[in-house]
């Protein structure tokens, strides 16, 4: 089992529509969460960075995080094309160095 | 302020030969990392650098994959002789201070065709 689950999509969504992303987890020393974006032939670039439980908004995106289930998520508000990209979520506890990655979802918003 | 940049950007060689790849981190990142992409995988951390120094290679496979950071700045990545499932892309990033790990940024990555 891995230690991080995330459902491969794609994903495919209208503009303008509220979307999704979510990640399981198995390790509950996971304390701190991150979803990065990744375009096509391009590195993954960080969206939002959240320490243990709660939620945390930037803009038309949220991060939600509940430990007792052990599940993080993303929304974006008002999807646009330019959102079209892979979805990467990572964690990371304290007595490991290393991030750990989620193998990502493919978003495609339709114009 | 110029990104992470990493050469070549595709490399097709045959299994069994030996292919390197090249960092440079964006300058004043005292912390770089190589990671190994498999398609339709997320990233795994193959080894970390704090300036010039290993903080972790518990994930680099020691008998093929090599890395050096030369005086603190740029890096190498090799492998002697690759195997089929190496085949990847190799991303690079560096962060500016080791305790804020979130905040790493990535190059392109070097995309490695083994045949």
């Known amino acids: 089992q891995k230690e991080v689950e995330q459902d491969p999509g794609p994903l495919s969504v209208p503009e303008g529509a509220i979307v999704s992303l979510n990640c399981t987890y198995s390790?509950?020393?996971?304390?701190?969460f991150m979803w990065y974006r990744q375009y096509s032939r391009k590195g993954p670039e960080l969206l939002m960075y959240?320490?243990?439980?709660g939620n945390k908004e930037d803009g038309r995106f949220t991060a939600q995080v509940d430990k007792s289930s052990k599940y993080i998520s993303l929304f974006i508000r008002d999807s646009q094309p330019s959102d079209s990209a892979t979805y990467l979520c990572?964690?990371?506890?304290?007595?490991?160095?290393?991030?750990?990655f989620g193998s990502g979802t493919r978003l495609q918003v339709q114009p | 302020e110029a990104g992470v940049a990493q050469s070549p950007r595709y490399k097709i060689i045959e299994k069994r030969q030996s292919v390197a790849f090249w960092c440079n981190p964006i300058?004043?990142?005292?912390?770089l990392y190589w990671y190994q992409q498999i398609l339709g995988q997320g990233p795994k951390l193959l080894i970390q650098?704090?300036?010039?120094?290993?903080?972790?290679d518990s994930q680099l496979p020691k008998d093929r994959f090599s890395a050096e950071r030369l005086k603190g700045v740029d890096s190498t990545l090799k492998i002697q002789p690759a195997k089929l499932e190496d085949s990847a892309v190799y991303l690079c990033?560096?962060?500016?201070?080791?305790?804020?790990?979130?905040?790493?940024?990535f190059g392109p990555g070097t995309r490695l065709t083994v045949t």
């Open positions: 990033a560096s962060s500016a201070v080791a305790g804020r790990f979130y905040e790493q940024y």
């Open positions: 390790n509950s020393a996971f304390q701190y």
């Open positions: 959240t320490y243990s439980s």
């Open positions: 990572a964690m990371k506890n304290t007595g490991r160095r290393a991030l750990t």
């Open positions: 300058s004043g990142h005292a912390t």
């Open positions: 650098f704090q300036n010039n120094g290993v903080v972790d």
